[in-house]
């Protein structure tokens, strides 16, 4: 007879990691997009949604945020039967339940992944307010294992300077450990990431061949797997350096399934232990 319970074996394999962020129906990002990473980095996915969104892969119309009181029952319970090893933020809906999730971040003391998400692909700004902007810089980002911007992110983030190295090091100054600077968005026929830690004059520079055409929801995927790696115990270099190959490869093989963005295709058989 087997005996109830959570098999060792089961615990070791698939660490638990949960994702905190914005549900896009579409697919393409946000939790459900998190999600598939998590599960192709072998972790098991605990999805807690901030918001609900109406948009597509061409546009994004409008948010609707999860109240804070409902958000913290779901996640209370969820707690009573997971342990997760490592936490990822997407959109976070309002400064309320920012507050809410940050709060209790302090209390939870484990490796968190930020991908501070302040605008959709097609541009419209996911922040209510200036004030929100300003929690998450002051007082989120702090708490961070890693902060995974791209440079218009990081633009806002560290509105004071104009250099990425400068903006990249006030974030570290802040509390984060670790930035990792995706440079999409730059005109160039490579794609040049930089990660910048804290107790070290060194920058990881990786750079990948920019593919054609644009995808919705390459960051979710990168800091989802990011996040997914850390809790199965891999050390930040080498996370960083699997979580990019695993994004490259999941838009390489991308589907053009509308006339919009493409959709990353996150296959759970990339990561093989």
Same mark, same amino acid.
């Given at each position: ?74 996640? @209370?319970? +969820? #707690?009573?039967?997971? /342990? ?7 959109? *976070?809906?309002? %400064? &309320?339940? =920012? ?38 810089? @002051?007082? +989120? #980002?702090?708490?961070? /294992? ?7 992110? *990081?633009?806002? %983030? &560290?509105? =004071? ?113």
């Amino acid at each position: 007879m087997i005996e109830p319970g959570i098999p060792l074996h089961f615990q070791k394999n698939y660490p638990s990691v949960l994702l905190i962020g914005g549900h896009d129906p579409s697919g393409g990002a946000g939790i459900i997009a998190d999600a598939q990473a998590a599960l192709a980095m072998r972790a098991w996915p605990l999805t807690l949604v901030t918001c609900l969104t109406a948009q597509n892969t061409e546009r994004f119309h409008s948010l609707i945020p999860q109240s804070p009181a409902d958000f913290l029952q779901q996640l @209370d319970l +969820l #707690l009573q039967d997971f /342990q997760p090893a490592a936490v990822k933020l997407g959109v *976070l809906g309002s %400064l &309320a339940l =920012q507050k809410e999730i940050t709060s209790w971040l302090k209390q939870a003391q484990l490796p968190v992944v930020i991908d501070p998400v302040m605008a959709s692909g097609s541009g419209t700004g996911l922040l209510e307010s200036r004030e929100q902007l300003h929690h998450l810089r @002051d007082h +989120l #980002l702090p708490l961070a /294992q890693v902060v995974t911007p791209n440079t218009p992110e *990081l633009q806002q %983030l &560290a509105p =004071q300077y104009t250099e990425v190295d400068a903006q990249a090091k006030a974030l570290l100054k802040s509390g984060c450990r670790a930035v990792l600077v995706t440079g999409t968005h730059a005109p160039t026929r490579t794609v040049k990431n930089r990660l910048y830690r804290q107790g070290t004059s060194q920058v990881m520079t990786s750079r990948w061949t920019r593919l054609e055409g644009e995808f919705h929801g390459s960051g979710c995927t990168l800091a989802a797997a990011l996040a997914a790696l850390l809790a199965r115990g891999e050390a930040l270099d080498q996370a960083v350096t699997q979580a990019q190959d695993f994004t490259w490869h999941s838009l390489g093989q991308g589907l053009q399934l509308t006339q919009g963005q493409k959709l990353p295709l996150r296959t759970t058989d990339f990561f093989n232990d």
